[in-house]
């Protein structure tokens, strides 16, 4: 019993981070970004090259480092720097300066904030995190998800890592708001499938208004060339337009008369 408790124990601290989340009402999906992935960035420093690496599982449960011993990321890190310090002509090139893990899956929930970019929410998605200690200084990640239909970057790009806050910025199509706007369009007959009885009713109206401008302009010029009509005797079919408010008074009164006609009492048949 007491082995079980502890692997439930253990399941719950090692909790993936939900990649599927709500920020103001929108919604968005970043597992797509979930795998191992990696980033570097390189800086001259003679008579080395000081580099940092990232290693980031977002919505995993922790890195799934190859490295051994200490120069290894806790296994339970969502992301994780190490810094290097290269010298090529060294007995030892490469060598693992600092193993900092910023984010990982124990980290509590107050001090993961995220919030939407600009552009209504549609921009992309902030996350700040307020991760563990590392040598007696507090460490922070900020992780800039950036919604570009266009960018197929498969990793973060390191923007710095200055005062124990490591910046973070990705242009991907999976930061972007996932929602059910278009297929809430195409079964109200708003999509591409169709126009929708409201935009076939504009449509009548318009084309009626256009034939109408066309009935007149042909008319008049057809009168003008044919009969050297002028004044209103331009008008094509003259008497129809003259007589048509009294046709619209008698319609009116008739259709009036027909629904005070229908508003009869009852009569008994006893």
């Known amino acids: 019993m007491f082995r079980w408790g502890l692997i439930f124990l253990l399941a719950i601290q090692t909790q993936a981070f939900d990649c599927s989340l709500s920020i103001n009402n929108v919604p968005y999906d970043l597992s797509p970004l979930s795998g191992l992935r990696e980033s570097t960035k390189d800086a001259s420093t003679p008579p080395t090259t000081s580099r940092a690496k990232v290693l980031m599982d977002l919505c995993g449960n922790g890195v799934d480092d190859d490295s051994e011993g200490d120069d290894k990321c806790p296994p339970t890190s969502l992301v994780c720097l190490k810094l290097l310090n290269i010298k ?3 007995s030892e090139p490469e060598r693992i300066t600092s193993v900092i893990p910023l984010w990982s899956t124990d980290t509590p929930a107050e001090d993961v904030e995220m919030s939407a ?9 902030r996350i700040n995190v307020r991760g563990p200690e590392y040598a007696g200084s507090q460490q922070n990640l900020n992780l800039t998800l950036l919604c570009s239909s266009i ?21 991907t199509p999976d930061a972007c708001p996932h929602d059910n706007s278009s297929s809430d369009e195409e079964e109200s007959g708003g999509g591409e499938g169709g ?9 009548l109206f318009w084309l009626g208004v256009i034939g109408l401008i066309l ?3 042909i008319g008049i010029t057809y009168n003008h060339q044919q009969y050297s009509a002028r004044g209103f005797d331009l008008i ?15 319609l009116s009164s008739h259709l009036l008369s027909g629904l005070r006609g229908g508003r009869g009492g009852y009569h008994s048949l006893g």
């Open 88 to 90: 090529p002509s060294s």
């Open 151 to 171: 960018s197929t970057e498969p990793t973060p790009e390191i923007i710095s890592y200055t005062s124990n806050l490591l910046s973070l910025e990705w242009s």
């Open 215 to 217: 009935y007149f302009v």
């Open 195 to 203: 126009i929708g009885f409201w935009g076939f009713m504009k449509f």
């Open 117 to 125: 970019l600009d552009k209504g929410g549609r921009g992309g998605v």
């Open 236 to 250: 094509p079919h003259r008497d129809f337009w003259r007589e048509l408010p009294s046709l619209i008074q008698d």
